[in-house]
């Protein structure tokens, strides 16, 4: 649990720009995402879901990825993979901030070539090791402590509001996220982004934590009016919409873009954690709906 006062404080300081740049530099790691099993895991199950419903992804592809947070290892995955190039769409610059990452991607391209079995690729004999290391060596360089990413094949475009991401229309094959569309602030106006880039045919996945992030046990969030939820965390890094499943699949369908599954991935086994109070956005939602704390969404453009 926590406090409104406490919460509304925090972020009203965090909406300082002095202080929001200082919290920025002196931001602890994403020590989480430094972990090549996390980025192996991420990639085979976004584009294993589009590979199953029929898309050759990555090879020869342009991907995106929304919110990439502490590192670009996925994207380097997917360029191992076969990907023409890979878009790295995030709203802060986490990448800058983060300790050096030098070590982490040589032993991510190490593990990549050593171990190509967990990469996400359709068919493993179209995979050759020497042309993998050739386009990893042309997306990323090394100088002793400096790691220095070609946009050709990687760009990392942040600070990057996903309402105007900065590509052409129908320009995208692949586009994902993993626990990211939780956060963002308008995310009927992002689906209608993503509609805008991806090209007709192309594929989307997104896994999306629906959790009270301040009370991972329960939903105390959902008792807070709008306009006091907005004062509580509209500026924090961790900023949660609070759209549960049943928002999320309108906002897709409203964009025109067309799902092919939408699968619960977490469901709240104590409905006494429910608040007995929420707010009217949510007094239309069945029991079964706030449930709903995890949400996997496949789909085509």
């Known amino acids: 649990m926590y406090s409104p006062i406490a919460r509304i404080v925090r972020n009203q300081l965090a909406g300082i720009p002095l202080l929001r740049r200082w919290r920025d530099a002196c931001g602890e790691p994403l020590q989480q995402y430094h972990d090549i099993s996390y980025n192996v895991g991420v990639c085979r199950h976004h584009i294993g879901a589009a590979q199953r419903l029929g898309s050759l992804a990555p090879l020869g592809q342009t991907l995106v990825e929304i919110g990439p947070g502490g590192n670009l290892g996925n994207a380097l995955i997917l360029i191992a993979s076969g990907a023409r190039r890979v878009y790295c769409v995030d709203n802060y610059r986490h990448v800058d901030f983060q300790f050096k990452l030098t070590q982490f991607y040589r032993d991510l391209i190490a593990d990549i070539l050593a171990h190509p079995d967990q990469l996400p690729i359709t068919d493993p004999a179209l995979w050759d090791r020497r042309r ?15 790691v220095t990413f070609n946009p050709d094949r990687i760009a990392y475009l942040a600070p990057c509001d996903a309402q105007t991401i900065p590509l ?3 320009s995208i094959d692949v586009l994902f996220s993993h626990a990211v569309l939780e956060h963002v602030k308008h995310p009927a106006a992002v689906c209608r982004e993503f509609s805008r880039i991806i090209k007709p045919g192309g594929y989307f996945s997104h896994v999306i934590d629906l959790r009270d992030h301040f009370d991972p046990c329960g939903l105390a969030m959902l008792r807070y009016p709008a306009w006091l939820w907005h004062l509580m965390s509209s500026n924090s890094h ?5 759209c549960r499943a049943a928002h999320f699949e309108q906002f897709f369908r409203d964009a025109g873009l067309t799902l092919l599954q939408l699968q619960a991935t977490a469901i709240l086994g104590d409905v006494e954690r429910i608040p007995m109070v929420i707010s009217k956005e949510f007094s239309g939602l069945s029991i079964k709906q706030l449930r709903i704390l995890g949400l996997s969404v496949v789909g085509i453009r």
């Open 132 to 146: 993998a290391a050739q386009a990893l060596a042309e997306a990323v360089t090394f100088a002793r402590d400096t």
């Open 168 to 170: 052409p229309d129908q």
């Open 238 to 242: 961790g900023h949660v919409n609070r």
